[in-house]
């Protein structure tokens, strides 16, 4: 089960954190990856950590985003600075390996 907390609103250029906990360590030390969907449009694949903890990122976040996680807290992080609109949406983290979702919170940034 993995469960998140963080999100909220914030303006443009603004930073929020996202937290993805899971009460089992597997699923923290293998790979993760945040989601995200706007409204209207379909769930796109936002960053990744792998098993090696190299990280991967859509191109529209690189630079402002980072991925990370603390397997001693069975926590992943997202961490996304300087905020666009564009950024608005519920993010989810999930287990690449075992197909697991967090519940989801919501982004918003203002203009």
């Known amino acids: 089960q993995l469960v998140q907390s963080g999100g909220g609103s914030v303006q443009t250029g603004g930073s929020l954190s996202l937290s993805c906990v899971s009460t089992?360590?597997?699923?923290?030390?293998?790979?993760m990856d945040w989601y995200r969907q706007a409204p209207g449009a379909q769930r796109e694949l936002v960053a990744g950590?792998?098993?090696?903890?190299?990280?991967n990122y859509i191109d529209s976040v690189k630079g402002r985003f980072a991925i990370s996680r603390d397997s001693s807290k069975h926590t992943v992080y997202l961490q996304m600075n300087n905020l666009k609109p564009e950024d608005t949406g519920v993010y989810y983290c999930?287990?690449?390996?075992?197909?697991?979702w967090g519940q989801g919170a919501q982004v918003t940034v203002s203009s």
């Open positions: 999930r287990s690449r390996v075992f197909d697991s």
């Open positions: 089992e360590t597997i699923y923290i030390t293998s790979a």
């Open positions: 950590i792998n098993n090696d903890g190299s990280t």
